[in-house]
């Protein structure tokens, strides 16, 4: 008699989480996603996309090999538009996840079973309270990344409601888009401010440091953008080709590096108009930072035109402090007043596992950031000459990192094989790892990747949440996806190209169109 499938919970429904639930159906799992929202998208849910709301990647990047993406509406830069995105992960779900999504269900906790067999699951009917159950699977897959609960400042949070005009979270601004208002914060900030300015508001945007953004006056070709060529001048933390070691490893290579890097700087202020005086301009290229925005050859009506054109006022640098006595301003940490009408709170967020497992349960599992050996990232860093003369990052003390494997299970749970997360890394290219190292191989490998990731980003691990930093590989996804092809046997740098031409080669979703055939026949052989 043939024993049930394994009920396997995957939590959140945006990218990750769709895609992860897709893995796991096709390996023969019973699947059954929980998400709080009414449809899915996560952060591209139709609830939270508003007009005007642009993805920042080129077209190709955010989709699916089992479901091709159409192409953009607006094809300036080959942006897709929120409501093209939305539309996409609502087909995706429709053709392969049919019944297997729980809409409008809030967890309110995680805890390993009876005799820690197993998960238990309280979740609670959004809207409905006082009537929670308890669900048990076999395995969970934790997907909820890392910008899903919003983090507001306490100072801000408790001033709030002396402020006479609405305030809100970025992540809600649908819900106010009749209203005028000021923003304060960072990446999310430009969208809110450029949407608000579209609608002819007068907008003040508040923030310390801009992000990076990378722009030209023309659409990169693909063989630029959409190949390895970036990912090879992004130092990873693998240097598995003699060119990457050229690069990254001597002096000569380490100039053409940043000098690329610095060109791509300079080219990105020049195609915007920019002056380097503004406070918009970063002082350092994007080769040292993961907040870093895909701007393309922009357009008439995006942040940055509207910035030159005197439509959104820039309050740099400056930090919101709280809401003033009159019910109608913003105070700043340096004492200014800035007049508002409404705000917009673009503070970021904090990590969505908090409210999913207590903090024995973060501890058993392995979740909890660790601090990082001292000095370990400055050993690392003199490996790679690239990474010398890095910018100042914040203080260490912020910059613990819980240990991962490969970004997808915490070290301490690899031996019981019931739990893994996907899209806490910065990548466009998740996958799911069955072949797994001891538990001590892995352990001395999160560690390397701690300490190379602080050597990497300085101000990364101080800037980004737990649920959202188990890997950081902003522009070298292509090697992470490489290393988790690699660790399950299977062929790795699909692009193809020979010694030339390879690095150019556009990568496409299609590649791993066959991985669970080829899963399949590498299980087939073992047995």
Not at 98 to 119: P, Y
Not at 151 to 177: I, M, N, W, Y
Not at 296 to 301: E, I, L, M, T, V
Request: hydrophobic share 40%; proline share 6%.
């Amino acid at each position: 008699m043939a024993s049930a499938p394994v009920r396997v919970a995957v939590i959140g429904a945006g990218l990750a989480g769709l895609i992860t639930a897709k893995t796991l159906l096709d390996d023969g799992f019973n699947v059954q996603v929980l998400t709080r929202d009414e449809s899915v998208g996560g952060v591209w849910c139709r609830s939270r996309v508003y007009p005007g709301l642009r993805l920042n990647n080129v077209h190709g990047e955010y989709h699916f090999s089992a479901l091709p993406m159409p192409p953009p509406k607006d094809t300036l830069g080959g942006r897709l538009s929120g409501e093209e995105v939305t539309t996409y992960l609502e087909a995706f779900a429709g053709k392969f996840l049919k019944d297997r999504i729980m809409f409008a269900f809030d967890v309110k906790n995680i805890v390993r079973g009876d005799l820690g067999s197993g998960w238990d699951i309280t979740v609670q009917p959004i809207g409905v309270a006082q009537r929670q159950s308890v669900m048990h699977f076999d395995k969970i897959v934790v997907c909820t990344g890392g910008s899903s609960s919003p983090s507001v400042p306490r100072a801000l949070s408790e001033s709030r409601t002396r402020f006479r005009g609405p305030v809100c979270h970025s992540q809600d601004v649908k819900h106010h888009v009749d209203q005028m208002v000021s923003v304060a914060g960072s990446s999310p900030s430009h969208l809110a401010a450029t949407f608000f300015a579209n609608k002819g508001c007068a907008v003040r945007m508040i923030f310390e440091e801009a992000d990076h953004f990378l722009a030209s006056p023309f659409a990169l070709p693909e063989f630029i953008r959409k190949s390895r060529f970036l990912p090879i001048m992004s130092c990873d933390i693998d240097l598995n080709s003699r060119l990457e070691r050229f690069l990254h490893t001597t002096k000569i290579g380490s100039y053409i590096v940043h000098g690329f890097w610095n060109a791509l700087h300079a080219g990105a202020l020049l195609a915007f108009g920019i002056p380097r005086t503004s406070p918009i301009a970063t002082t350092h290229s994007a080769f040292w930072s993961i907040r870093v925005n895909d701007e393309g050859a922009g357009s008439d009506n995006d942040f940055y035109s509207h910035v030159r054109k005197g439509d959104v006022k820039l309050v740099a640098p400056a930090r919101a402090a709280t809401f003033g006595e009159d019910e109608e301003s913003v105070i700043l940490q340096d004492g200014r007043v800035v007049q508002a009408c409404a705000v917009v709170l673009a503070t970021g967020w904090t990590s969505s596992w908090d409210h999913l497992f207590a903090d024995s349960t973060m501890r058993d599992i392995g979740l909890e950031r660790r601090p990082l050996p001292p000095g370990e990232d400055i050993r690392v860093s003199r490996s790679y000459v690239s990474l010398s003369n890095a910018p100042m990052g914040r203080p260490h003390e912020d910059s613990g990192m819980s240990a991962f494997h490969r970004g997808l299970v915490p070290v301490k749970s690899l031996d019981r094989r019931d739990f893994a997360v996907n899209g806490a890394v910065f990548t466009t290219g998740p996958a799911y790892t069955f072949e797994l190292p001891p538990e001590e191989e892995a352990e001395k490998l999160a560690e390397r990747q701690a300490s190379f990731i602080r050597a990497r980003y300085p101000e990364a691990l101080a800037w980004v949440n737990e649920s959202f930093s188990s890997g950081i590989n902003l522009f070298t996804w292509p090697q992470h996806v490489d290393r988790l092809l690699a660790d399950m046997g299977l062929k790795t740098c699909r692009s193809g190209g020979n010694w030339l031409t390879w690095p150019f080669k556009v990568i496409q979703a299609s590649e791993i169109a066959t991985l669970h055939d080829e899963r399949e026949n590498m299980r087939a052989l073992s047995r």
